[in-house]
Structures are given as C-alpha cells and as structure tokens.
C-alpha cells in the first residue's frame, strides 16, 4: 500500500538555525498538509497547500515557517530560525481530495525535531 | 472555537470490548475519523464516519455518532494486546472553508492486560 514517507525520523539542531523537514506524499495526491504535536500535547493543525500554494494556515504558521513543493515528489517545511518551543514531532500528510471522508488524510511516521 | 475532546487512558482486558469516547463542539463537521498511533509510528486512518450515519461497522471496529450530543465512540470488538495504542478522534472543519483541516482529540491510550 503506497504510504507518506517523511525524513528525517529525527533531527537534532540549535536553537536559531534554519531546518528543512522532508515528506514524500503518495503519488497521486494533490493535496498536503503539515501538523505538529508538541509533547503531551494535541495534534495541531500547520497548514494545507494545494496548486502551489497555500490553501490556509494556522496561527502558529508564521513568518519564520514555510512550505514549498520543489519538484514532483517532495514537499518541505522550512523553520527558518528554530526557537526552543518548536521541539516537537511534525507530521506530513497527503490526501486526495480535500473534503471526502473515503479519501481521507494519510499521514507519515513523523519527524521528531529537538531543539537545543 | 473547534474542540475534540476524549479520555485519556483505558485499560482492558485482552479478549472483551473497548469503547473509546470522543466528544466534539463543531456541528457543521461533516466527516469523524479514527486515528491509530503505535508507539514510534506515525497516525494510521482506523475508519471514519459521515455525520449523516449513526453508525458504521468494519470487521472488529463500531462508530456510534450522535450528533445531537456531538458524541463519537469507537467499540473494539475481541481487543487484542495488538490492539495497544494511542487513538485520535478528529473533525474534519469544513466550514472554515479550508481544505479538510482536521482538528484532532488529545488521544486515548488504550492498554490491553493479559
């Protein structure tokens, strides 16, 4: 069964660096979404992209956050200078459709960010 | 705002049921889903509801939605120690016009003793 691929499974940076978090979506899906879950905290919404951009975002979203689609297989998350409140696990994920519960979010295994 | 909220632990014994409950704020939600999460993997989709169904059956899972209290469970029929995991209850919020943006529970983390 084809699956989101994320990496890496873990990354280690200091606090102020800029880091690139990978996902490969499957292949047919048109629509992206990153979330994050800080520990003992809840899943949280980041942001959708479709068609190149972004469909919507979150608060947390800001200015020192983005996404790209760089070629036909990969999309990113950038944290341009990483604060000690993004440790966290990062989760992508890939849909289909953007609003049909029989072509539902799949998600990758995560990527758990430390910051020091 | 949108709210998802659930129990956050239950233990049961390996070969009875378990019943996950979730409660959630959004009426205009228009699907429910069931997220899995084994420890070090990523949220595997268990099953989902259309907030037009009171229920769905899918082999050893039942969705019971009452959308008049806004309460979903989610019964495991026969759990087995495979069965041990978080579970995520989430909405889908489609009335912020976005696409499918999901809101999700804290999680249950379901342990299943011999």
């Known amino acids: 069964e084809p699956e989101v691929t994320q990496t890496p499974s873990h990354q280690v940076t200091q606090m102020g660096q800029e880091v690139i978090l990978r996902c490969v979506p499957i292949?047919?899906?048109?629509?992206f979404y990153w979330y994050r879950q800080i520990l003992g905290q809840k899943v949280e919404f980041l942001v959708s992209?479709?068609?190149?951009?972004?469909?919507?975002k979150s608060e947390i979203f800001d200015d020192q956050f983005s996404v790209e689609r760089p070629d036909g297989s990969n999309f990113t998350l950038k944290i341009r200078s990483t604060k000690l409140e993004d440790s966290a696990m990062y989760f992508c994920?890939?849909?289909?459709?953007?609003?049909?519960?029989?072509?539902?979010?799949?998600f990758g295994d995560g990527t758990r960010l430390s910051i020091l | 705002g949108e709210d998802v909220e659930q129990s956050l632990f239950l233990s049961v014994r390996e070969g009875d049921s378990s019943v996950i409950n979730c409660t959630y704020t959004?009426?205009?939600?228009?699907?429910l889903y069931w997220y899995k999460q084994e420890p070090g993997a990523g949220l595997q989709l268990l099953t989902y509801?259309?907030?037009?169904?009171d229920m769905k059956q899918d082999q050893r899972l039942t969705v019971l939605l009452n959308k008049k209290d806004k309460h979903l469970s989610l019964r495991i029929a026969d759990t087995q120690t495979g069965d041990s995991a978080i579970y995520f209850c989430?909405?889908?919020?489609?009335?912020?016009?976005?696409?499918?943006?999901?809101?999700f529970g804290a999680g249950t983390r379901l342990a299943v003793h011999p």
């Open positions: 509801i259309f907030s037009n169904m």
């Open positions: 959004d009426s205009s939600s228009t699907y």
């Open positions: 989430a909405e889908s919020a489609a009335k912020s016009g976005g696409y499918n943006k999901l809101i």
């Open positions: 292949s047919n899906h048109l629509y």
């Open positions: 994920a890939s849909s289909e459709s953007p609003n049909r519960g029989d072509q539902p979010q799949h």
């Open positions: 992209f479709y068609n190149n951009e972004i469909s919507e």
